[in-house]
């Protein structure tokens, strides 16, 4: 599918348990990120959600999945939904990006879809695939919050999928710092220890929610792609926090 200059793989439930997953390579011990994300996966791979990457030890991959089948507030029929498009060290600027995302399209195409979309934000954010690059694929944006954040579609019949009017609310009651997660990424894990260490220390309220089920997901209160962080009620990033990042949002809200 396409015309592709470097060798790829597609994660399988054949070889699963034996390829690495990119972000985290390690040839002996096992991180615990990395092996819930297998585990999720292979409860995803039989719903048609893809894991594609470059066959070699580097990080360069995309994954997507149907929109009905994807864990994100996000409504639309008939779409492929990227979770990740992401190169990494010395896999950045060698084309790859532009292979796999030229896949995903191809892909989409031949199995039908009405086109595919991504989350995005009004201004770049890490932790979400450079906007600039879909955009010259025809990307644009189909839907907004109030947080910030955009829906990014690329049509094929000029239907458009959307937020969730709830994800839209951005807001919970619980004013004490709420984490929303699930294990499609593997830094999820590490990212919960480092946040629980932190309120520990300093002696903050934190409450984590795991997001479990697809219909939970569907259900969120705000924008999600595997992480979403709320306080004071109200919704504020999807980005993975650490110390220094958790501090400023809760300095903002005193």
């Known amino acids: 599918m396409g015309n592709e200059e470097h060798n790829y793989i597609n994660i399988t439930p054949e070889n699963l348990a034996n390829e690495h997953l990119c972000c985290i390579i390690r040839s002996k011990k096992k991180h615990p990120g990395v092996e819930a994300k297998r585990a999720w996966l ?6 048609g959600h893809v894991f594609r990457k470059l066959n070699a030890k580097a990080t360069a991959f995309i994954e997507y999945a149907p929109l009905e089948k994807a864990w994100v507030p996000v409504r639309g029929d008939n779409f492929y939904y990227i979770y990740c498009l992401w190169t990494y ?17 191809s892909d989409a195409k031949a199995a039908g879809k009405s086109g595919i979309c991504m989350l995005g934000s009004e201004k770049q954010k890490a932790w979400l695939t450079d906007q600039r690059f879909e955009k010259k694929y025809g990307f644009r944006v189909v839907d907004t919050t109030e947080t910030g954040y955009e829906l990014l579609a690329l049509s094929f019949d000029g239907t458009e999928p959307e937020f969730t009017q709830k994800a839209k609310v951005s807001r919970i009651e619980n004013e004490e710092l709420t984490i929303y997660y699930d294990m499609q ?7 919960i220890d480092g946040i629980k260490r932190y309120c520990d220390d300093n002696q903050v309220l934190v409450s984590f929610i795991q ?8 259900d969120l209160p705000g924008v999600f792609n595997n992480w979403a962080v709320f306080y004071k ?3 504020e990033t999807v980005n993975l926090v650490g110390g220094n990042s958790l501090e400023r949002i809760l300095k903002k809200n005193r």
Request: aromatic share 10%; glycine share 12%; proline share 0%.
């Open 211 to 218: 997001i479990d089920t697809l219909e939970k997901a569907k």
């Open 89 to 105: 060290g010395e896999s950045r600027g060698k084309g790859y990006g532009k292979e796999l995302m030229e896949y995903c399209i």
């Open 185 to 191: 990424c593997q830094y999820v894990q590490q990212s």
């Open 233 to 235: 009620g109200r919704f």
């Open 42 to 47: 292979a409860e995803r791979l039989t719903e």
